[in-house]
Nanobody, 113 residues
Framework: QEQLVESGGGLVQPGGSLLLSCAAS????????LGWYRQAPGKQRELVAS???????DYADAVKGRFTISRDSAKNTVYLQTRILKPEDTAVYYC???????WGRGTQVTVSS
């Protein structure tokens, strides 16, 4: 069964860091550009970062220089390292296989003092 499972969210103070993980099934991981999206309350879901099967990464302007996306082929996992977190980064973060309709269930990130 094809699936994406996120983990790593939590409550962190401004300026802190979190490492988000998305475990994918092998076929999904191998053949898809994978992306991290987020959705804050009352706002539309937005693309945060994506990484192709060849490892080319792209970022939303709001997170450039603070977030890093990577993928580990041995673990079929894509990561989002978040740094210098701000209250406006608070959202549910979702993993998505961009060449399919598959989404994960999301992981909550809350940045608050």
């Amino acid at each position: 069964q094809e699936q994406l499972v996120e983990s790593g969210g939590g409550l962190v103070q401004p300026g802190g860091s979190l490492l988000l993980s998305c475990a994918a099934s092998r076929v999904i991981f191998r053949f898809n550009t994978l992306g991290w999206y987020r959705q804050a309350p009352g706002k539309q879901r937005e693309l945060v970062a994506s990484i192709t099967t060849y490892g080319a990464a792209d970022y939303a302007d709001a997170v450039k220089g603070r977030f890093t996306i990577s993928r580990d082929s041995a673990k079929n996992t894509v990561y989002l390292q978040t740094r210098i977190l701000k209250p406006e980064d608070t959202a549910v973060y979702y993993c998505h296989a961009l060449d399919s309709t598959l989404w994960g269930r999301g992981t909550q990130v809350t940045v608050s003092s």
